[in-house]
């Protein structure tokens, strides 16, 4: 059974940085695509960040290119969003999610390829 546990949202003011952690459980965590998404209150679920089975590819949305940094570490079964020069835009409930191969898909169709999700961590960005 596959667990994914978010950690490391919390209050911060525009301008400054956070780093969510992903702990993942259930089933070898170096095979399969691994992504961050977020859901802003009155919207819909949206892509953040995606990341291949061993790093090599990633996806960022064009509204975090430049600020936010997906990053896996297999011998830790983790995966991690470095997000810094925070906006008020950016708050929202962050979701760590898993595929089942091991490349993300790049079409917004099926949520990129994602099929796992966890319990979102809310980041709360104050202006």
């Known amino acids: 059974q596959v667990q994914l546990v978010e950690s490391g949202g919390g209050l911060v003011q525009a301008g400054g940085s956070l780093r969510l952690s992903c702990a993942a459980s259930g089933r070898t965590f170096s095979r399969y695509a691994m992504g961050w998404f977020r859901q802003a209150p009155g919207k819909d679920r949206e892509l953040v960040a995606a990341?291949?089975?061993?790093?090599?590819?990633?996806l960022y949305a064009d509204s975090v290119k430049g600020r936010f940094t997906i990053s896996r570490d297999n011998a830790k079964s983790a995966l991690y969003l470095e997000m810094n020069s925070l906006k008020p835009e950016d708050t929202a409930v962050y979701y760590c999610a898993q595929g089942n191969g091991g490349a993300y898909k790049n079409t917004k169709e099926n949520d990129y390829g994602m099929h796992y999700w966890g319990k979102g961590t809310l980041v709360t960005v104050s202006s």
């Open positions: 990341i291949s089975y061993g790093g090599g590819s990633t």
